[in-house]
């Protein structure tokens, strides 16, 4: 089974800005790693672009392309109903992740943001409104100089499996906003590996070969498909219709495209227990687990901390929130 989806794209500028962008008087002066909360949104760098692109996918009834970076506050801060989603719709869905390059490197100076210094308050603030862990305090003690890096380790992960490369990704997120780790570094993308479950030897050849090709080809096609900025979700049916969720949004936008594209696709039924939940998930925040669980975001974190009390859990404590693990 074939989708095959032709975009007719307009040219239009990029954004240079982590916030999202309400008009095009705003979409040059802004910068990447100033993300906006209330939209959602964590912008590239401008440029123009206008070509078409086919798709082609066998697997699912309905394909998600996800752009996003290993750095993007705003993608953190989906997690939950991203988790959700797979949870609920995971049997119609394949969901392919693209990176898209947020921070090529510092050769700028706009949005309030010319250095990394100037990210680490605003990734506190980000934390608080999208109720994740987030540490801003990695910009001023060992700040990243690209995202580039971490992209290409992540394409290098693929390389050897698809499913552990998302481990790997989430190992990469854990380590940047709660654990103040400067994850272009190779150590620490050689622990994310060692999570995830991957062979450091092959993703380090990878990394040094064919995945700097594959990240280049993400970095195309979010040209020619007009990215604005991460999240982007594109949602394509099997006759090539679409529909784009931008930015970070409640989950019901999200399912809404789903069940427009595919309005007889039904939730799959999952277990809520914290057993079987960190049996899928082996690391939650509060507001994941509340998500995924059903209960209250209070009583989630209550249940949280009685588990973790009883040593049933493990907790890593930041200066903006938790996250627990399966020992």
Request: aromatic share 10%; glycine share 6%; with cysteine.
């Amino acid at each position: 089974m074939q989708y095959k989806l032709v975009f007719a794209l307009l040219s239009s500028a990029f954004l240079n800005s982590c916030g999202a962008q309400k008009n095009d008087s705003t979409m040059l002066k802004t910068n990447p790693l100033l993300c906006d909360p209330a939209e959602g949104f964590c912008a590239m760098p401008d440029t123009n672009q206008q070509t078409a692109q086919t798709i082609v996918n066998k697997e699912k009834s309905l394909k998600v392309i996800y752009f996003t970076d290993p750095i993007c506050s705003s993608c953190w801060g989906i997690e939950p109903q991203l988790r959700k989603l797979k949870l609920e719709y995971g049997n119609s869905i394949t969901i392919e992740y693209r990176m898209g390059g947020l921070l090529p490197d510092w050769s700028y100076n706009s949005g309030g943001i010319s250095k990394p210094s100037d990210v680490a308050h605003h990734w506190d603030e980000v934390s608080l409104y999208y109720d994740m862990p987030i540490d801003g305090d990695v910009w001023l003690e060992d700040p990243l100089h690209s995202s580039y890096p971490p992209s290409i380790a992540f394409k290098a992960a693929t390389l050897q499996d698809p499913e552990k490369a998302i481990l790997f990704l989430r190992a990469l997120r854990e380590q940047v906003f709660l654990q103040k780790k400067n994850i272009t570094k190779w150590e620490h993308i050689a622990a994310a590996a060692k999570t995830a479950g991957l062979n450091e030897e092959q993703l380090k050849n990878d990394f040094d070969g064919k995945a700097k090709k594959l990240f280049e080809e993400d970095l195309s096609l979010a040209r020619e498909l007009n990215v604005r900025g991460f999240p982007t979700m594109f949602f394509i049916d099997q006759a090539g219709k679409k529909e784009i969720v931008y930015g970070s949004k409640p989950y019901s936008q999200y399912e809404a495209a789903i069940v427009k594209l595919t309005p007889g696709t039904t939730k799959e039924i999952f277990q809520k227990d914290w057993q079987a939940l960190f049996s899928k998930y082996t690391s939650l925040t509060a507001n994941e687990f509340s998500t995924l669980s059903g209960v209250s975001r209070k009583d989630a974190e209550i249940q949280l901390n009685e588990l973790s009390d009883k040593g049933l859990l493990r907790k890593t404590i930041t200066k903006n929130g938790s996250l627990w693990y399966h020992p």
